[in-house]
């Protein structure tokens, strides 16, 4: 089957950093890939080249049959990427719902004459509350996002990108900064969700959510990539090892 | 009465370039210290095509275009800076159309252009006629506020970079906002310039780009109402008081600095603020 997502021996430099080094890995439809490595590994740089934040100096990225590299970032989403980001950014003037509303109607937003033609929004409303049902926030709808806690917020902003209707859901951390229950309750509803259809790609340092839900993993270190495979497979290669561990991996067993 | 006509045309043309500057900086969050070079381009437009001949309800349109037309290509120069630098922008774009236009004896150079033909009309149907346009602009704005253009315009302004991570097109929406309050400031200019019969660089020079900015920030950034309520006022107030003609600079200026410092979202947002302490 070809694949969803390919990214083509992207090489990302900095200057004279070579932040990403020649890596290449596939994303299959329907499939909750998880991109991990040890802090400045290149996890975040990978996802931002994806989303078109910066530009690889070599290589592709390729969603189906569509190369991305020319592409702008917001074309990219509109070609079916979404990115809920490590540092959530809700807009703080409108609620809850009214943020997924505005994600949800992205068609009404693709031009500045279509946005102006277009007042309703009813149908993205309705939209928003069911892709807050999803992550399990349907509840806040009503709120204004500047008094919630980080829990919701991870979890709006994972609505959002969810009522853009993507066909690859990229999410940068979103455990982060949760405790270990809340953790755990969000790594099952990134399970669920990938269960209802949705191919994902997650970036997370929380390897113990990482191996219960993801099916695959891709594994970088200082940018270039050093294992894919099974969780398991993955987890227990060498290199993996020494990357995590740092020195002698067998001093750690 | 004739004075007072002349006052309130002339309190509608101020009120119409407030609301221009609203859809950019109000709407779009896009600060701009160079807008009066828009409404001077409106102004020179209407004022050599009607000297040319042109009857002036039809200068109108086309004084919009022009001015909307530079208003896309700086707008398209802006589109790489943002904040700070935007103000440096188009404060610079102010400067430019004053210096060239002091330059060319086409425009009139130092002297300007007078003996702009009569539009036909008489002192209370103008008057009517840029009330009337008011009124058209202040609903267009509020109906942009309510479409999804506004809600793109408040994202834009709240935060570019998610925005854009949320598949919207964020420079061909800035470049709208500019194309629309640069054509409406076009516009306030025609009417200026037909309303005077006579135009000169200096009204159209930073001092103006700076009053109609203490329009928009003083009334509340955004809001239809308050920046309207703020232009009626702060172009009362020389008129009013004499002695704030020869201080304009320092009291808008001082204005300003009183709204950024105890009121960032304008008289606007203090009201709002007062209603909501006084129904607790």
């Not at chain 1, 928003?128 to 999803?134: E, H, K, M, N, V």
């Not at chain 2, 002349?6 to 160079?34: R, Y």
């Not at chain 2, 008057?127 to 809600?151: D, K």
């Not at chain 2, 920030?217 to 809001?223: A, T």
Request: hydrophobic share 50%.
């Amino acid at each position: 089957m070809k694949p969803l997502l390919s990214v083509n021996h992207v090489t990302v430099r900095f200057g004279g950093l070579t932040a990403i080094d020649d890596v290449s890995f596939e994303v299959k439809s329907g499939e909750l890939l998880g991109l991990i490595g040890p802090n400045g590994a290149g996890k975040t740089t990978m996802m931002r080249a994806i989303v078109g934040v910066v530009r690889p100096s070599k290589g592709s990225v390729m969603l189906e049959d569509l190369a991305l590299n020319s592409l702008s970032i917001d074309a990219r989403i509109r070609a079916g990427l979404a990115l809920s980001q490590q540092l959530v950014k809700p807009f703080r003037e409108i609620n809850v719902q009214d943020n997924v509303a505005f994600a949800a109607g992205s068609r009404k937003t693709r031009t500045p004459t279509a946005a102006l033609c277009h007042v309703n929004r009813q149908a993205e409303r309705a939209l928003a509350l069911d892709a807050l049902g999803r992550v399990g926030i349907a509840g806040y709808a009503q709120q204004s996002p500047k008094t919630q806690p980080l829990g919701v917020l991870k979890r709006l902003e994972m609505a959002r990108a969810l009522a853009l209707k993507p066909k690859l859901l990229l999410l940068d951390e979103p455990l982060a900064g949760l405790n270990s229950k809340e953790a755990s309750a969000l790594a099952q509803t990134i399970a669920d969700i990938n269960r209802q259809g949705m191919t994902i790609i997650l970036i997370e340092h929380n390897l113990s959510e990482i191996m219960r839900i993801c099916q695959r993993l891709v594994v970088l270190d200082n940018g270039r990539k050093i294992a894919e495979g099974l969780p398991r497979d993955a987890m227990n290669d060498p290199g993996v090892r020494l990357a995590y561990l740092g020195g002698d991996a067998d001093a750690a067993d | 009465m004739e004075y007072e006509i002349s006052l309130v045309t002339a309190v509608g043309i101020s009120v119409l370039f407030a609301l221009s500057l609203n859809l950019i900086t109000g709407f779009c969050g896009q600060i701009s210290l160079g807008h009066a070079a828009f409404f001077g381009i409106g102004a020179y437009g209407s004022a050599l095509l009607c000297k040319m001949g042109l009857p002036f309800l039809l200068s109108l349109p086309l004084a919009m275009l022009l001015a909307g037309g530079f208003g896309l290509v700086v707008g398209l120069a802006s589109l790489r800076v943002r904040a700070d630098f935007l103000a440096i922008t188009t404060m610079g774009v102010g400067f430019l159309f004053v210096g060239v236009v002091r330059q060319q004896e086409r425009l009139g150079g130092e002297m300007g252009i007078s003996g702009i033909p009569d539009a036909g009309f008489s002192k209370l149907a103008f008057m009517l006629l840029t009330l009337g346009l008011c009124v058209v602009a202040a609903l267009f704005s509020h109906y942009i506020r309510r479409s999804w253009m506004g809600q793109v315009f408040n994202a834009i302004a709240e935060d570019e970079d998610t925005t854009r991570v949320l598949g919207v097109d964020v420079p061909r929406f800035k470049l709208a906002a500019f194309a629309m309050g640069t054509a409406l400031a076009g516009l306030a200019g025609a009417l200026y310039a037909n309303n005077l019969k006579f135009i000169s660089p200096d009204s159209f020079g930073f001092v103006e780009s700076m009053t109609v900015l203490s329009m928009v920030v003083i009334g509340g950034i955004g809001s239809v109402a308050g920046v309207t309520a703020a232009a009626i006022v702060l172009s009362l107030l020389p008129s009013l008081f004499t002695f704030v003609g020869e201080y304009k600079l320092l009291v808008y200026g001082g204005l300003l600095f009183l709204m950024m410092r105890f009121s960032p979202d304008g008289v606007t947002g203090a009201l709002r603020r007062a209603m909501a302490h006084g129904r607790r």
